[in-house]
């Protein structure tokens, strides 16, 4: 079985370009050690990449991204394997970032499934268990009048950005950062067909269009 024709094509582009335009900078990166100052959770949506939306180049985000941007609550149990858990650890206590971003998106197909009508996830298999972290957004949604279900997925990505600051503040290890004026946590939307991002207010909890964007 031969390796993808798009990745070996894309590896060249990348030698010849990227790589050789930096290549002092990937050297550096190599030596020295990775220190981004920013964390982002986003989803594993092949349309959202945190690298391509914020024009990072290497070593500026250390990125952990999965279905629909979750951050699960911190939890101690030696038996359960904690990917996300163990990136949030390493990207404060490691690398003392100071800024993690949850990065929600539309058309999340993880939280559809949730939301959508007569498409129920069977409680047996990875992405149920895994979503079901935020039943309870949908159904405190779900007696909301006059919502279509685009509009009601919409609601419910905004809700799950922040669900997941909530849980971050879990982590005792984020927790007294945040306190201290150490770290800050951040909630982002991006609208995947018009390229708007919208920001969080941390005073209101309300998201506003970043300025830098189209509104």
Known sequence: ???????????????EGR??????????????????EIMIIGCCDSRVSPEAIFDAGPGELFVVRNVANLVPPCEDD?????????AIEFAVQALRVKHIVVLGHAHCGGIRAVVE???????GNFIGR???Q????????????GLDLLARLRQVELAVVEHSLKMLMTFPCV????ERGKLQLHGAYFGIATGRLLVRDP?????????????
Do not use: N
Request: charged share 15%; with cysteine.
């Open 175 to 178: 927790r007294i950062l945040v």
């Open 134 to 145: 935020i039943a309870h957004l949908t159904q405190q949604l779900e007696e909301a009048p």
């Open 203 to 215: 005073a209101t909890g309300e998201f506003h269009t970043c300025s830098s964007f189209p509104s």
């Open 78 to 86: 030696s038996s359960t394997l904690h990917g996300t858990s163990a």
């Open 117 to 123: 009508p007569g498409k129920p996830l069977s409680p």
């Open 1 to 15: 079985m031969s390796f993808p024709e798009r990745l070996t094509q894309g590896y060249q582009s990348f030698m």
């Open 130 to 132: 895994w979503t079901s």
């Open 19 to 36: 790589f050789a335009a930096k290549q002092d900078r990937y050297r550096k990166l190599a030596e020295a050690g990775q220190k981004p």
